[in-house]
């Protein structure tokens, strides 16, 4: 069979996995497993092998194998990265050493906890704020918001929420305070968007003690974030924003406004009926 | 029972750069000389108060701190300072928002603020690397 | 927003310094270049030359700007540092506390001495 005679020639790579047994504690520890290698073969796909022929009680966080869900964030030979967006061929490297993102507990083996992740995310409350809230909650049309505006904050909303950024933060590695790169993103993200109207309510935890001004652009988020959402440049934005207001140069936007009727709108009756079914169905 | 197991990097998040880019190691280095001119200055603070007691207790002063130890000690408080000084007009430019481009839809493959802004961390220091120079030649050599 | 507000004053002390030190270091450092120029010497630390200095009322008055300047500056970037740490908030508290006052005693100090050494007559 082919597979076979591939099989013959076929390479192979060391893992070097971190592991962590919460019913034990104690030091996490690297084990060794060595894994066949075939073209196009990601990180993800090194451990799903590892799970089925070597050790099935390996375990992390995965889901849509190809860099949507955010879940497989892991240290990958030296950096934060998603393990089904990475082949391992273009690690460059004959072993793959794999750890839980630092920066989060590890609950077990490659297995991060985001509770930190999903608390900060909250604390900047990353939703819509409108004053009117009937008028939010059973719309009766959309906010009006330019293209041009849509671009303001367009790349910040890319976030899936991997926490890659926060495992790479310098800040985040000794503050468990700081409200970290993909937070701080997520508010600045609603500050820019001209259909909010909670500056008020973004900006408590985003200019905060350890908000924004905890960040020194070691830059580090926006290098290793998949999306290219870049963080690094959102805090900065969230800077000046805050500096310039406070040099009285940009005042609050209004909240944009419900978008008015169209003029020359086709009324329901001005659209042609649809011709009668030519097919009349018997009961 | 489950236990958690804490994986914070601590200090070691702050000096130790890994494979993080070029950006990370100016941060870790922007904050020590900080901290280093900042003991200095603190002691600088009353060295320099000796002042008040007249020429006398001046000299003496600076005769106690006329040896190598001192003198090389001074040169790396003065190389902290060009480093910081340069390094941190491209920190105030970045961080009132200049100097990081706009934000717009990513596309593949991906740039970001810290790439577009990498020419700039470059020239700072290159800068910085032409101060040291003239200030090892000036203060070594030139000064006697 | 109050941290706004005190970022805001570290960023402007960064500009002042900026000018105040560059123009403290080259004095101290830069005695070849200025000497060439005929704009300084060689000696600054002579004892002569720092007391001339300090008489100048020019000297004076940039010496306590430069002093409260890099005091808030570099009292704030540590008290930056030290919030990075996970401490407890009270700890925190004390921290902003203490570098508050020893900034404002060491800007007291600072401002008498340069003021005392102004003063002084035929040094």
Redesign the interface.
Known sequence: MSTSKESGKMKSIVFEVLR?D????G??HLQEFTVPLHKGMTVLDGLHWIKEHEDPTLAWRSSCRMGICGSCGMFI???PRLACTNQITQLHSDRVVIK????????RDLV??FDRLFDRHRSVKPYLIRRDRIEQNSPTREYFQSAEEL??????A?CIKCGLCLS???????????VGPQALTQGWRYL?DTRDEGIEEH?EAL?????V??C?????C????P????P???I??A?????LK?LGKCQDRPGAPVTPPIENWVSEKQVPKAPAPTVVRES | ??????????????LGG????F??Y???L??LTGLGILAYFLMHIFVTGTRLNGPEAWESAMNFFDNPLFRVGEFLVYLAFLYHAVNGIR?VL?????L?????????P?????IRHRPVLVGAMVITAVLVLFAGADFFFLTK | ????????WH?LSAVAILFLLGLHMGIMHMGTVLEALGLGSTHPTATAEVFARSQHLFFMITYIALLGTALFHGLYGFR?IL????LSQSL?KAIGRLCTVAGFALFLYGTYVAVRVFQMKGV
Request: proline content about 6%.
């Open positions: 962590y919460p019913e034990k504690g030091v996490p030979n030296g950096l839980p993102l630092p920066n989060y507990d590890i609950i991060p906890d671009q303001n904050y367009i790349q910040f890319y790479a933060c310098p800040t985040a590695a000794t503050s468990d305070d700081y820019a900006s200019y905060s003690k350890h908000g001004y905890r020194h652009f070691a830059g580090a926006s290098q290793v974030c999306k290219g959402v870049d690094a440049m959102a900065q934005l800077k000046q924003a805050a500096f406070s | 029972m489950q236990h958690r197991y804490r994986n914070n990097l601590g200090l070691w998040g702050w890994g494979r993080y880019g950006d990370r100016a941060y870790a922007h904050r920190l970045v961080e009132l928002g200049l990081v481009g706009k934000p717009g839809l990513p596309s593949y991906y740039s970001n603020s810290v | 927003m109050r941290e706004s507000r005190l970022w805001f960023i930056s919030c990075e740490l996970s925190q």
